[in-house]
């Protein structure tokens, strides 16, 4: 489909309104069959995009937006790392963003996921002493 369509110095519509923290537009295009599961360059989903540029709401409608369409599976992947083996729920915790994870855990993130340092979000909460985020994880 058009929406789908991108090389390698384009973005696709949805990637920009997610950039753009464009929530209205984000929803037109997930209604709209756009690929929720597209990649950016480095390996991250467009939920590591919408946390890392503090779009709660996107993030938000990513994860509501609906697992089934007939019988195939459309919803985002929230255990997917990008190209730094980080999850969403990690990157969440390294950003100190507090009702981002939150989010993420009501969603069912995995917290038990390791990088390829074993590192889980709760270490880098330790790390970087979040006590708040620490007690969220444990």
Do not use: C, W
Request: proline content about 1%.
């Amino acid at each position: 489909s058009r929406l789908a369509e991108e090389n390698r110095k384009r973005k696709t519509a949805l990637i920009l309104s997610v950039e753009s923290g464009n929530s209205e537009i984000v929803k037109m295009l997930l209604k709209a069959n756009a690929n929720i599961n597209e990649k950016l360059f480095d390996a991250s989903n467009l939920l590591h995009l919408s946390i890392i540029k503090g779009y709660r709401d996107i993030s938000r409608i990513l994860l509501e937006f609906p697992k089934k369409s007939q019988v195939t599976y459309t919803g985002i992947d929230i255990n997917e790392k990008d190209g730094n083996g980080l999850t969403p729920l990690m990157l969440a915790t390294a950003l100190g963003d507090r009702d981002t994870v939150k989010l993420l855990l009501e969603f069912g993130a995995d917290k038990k996921i390791e990088t390829a340092q074993n590192y889980t979000a709760l270490s880098f909460a330790k790390d970087l002493g979040y006590k708040e985020i620490i007690q969220m994880l444990q």
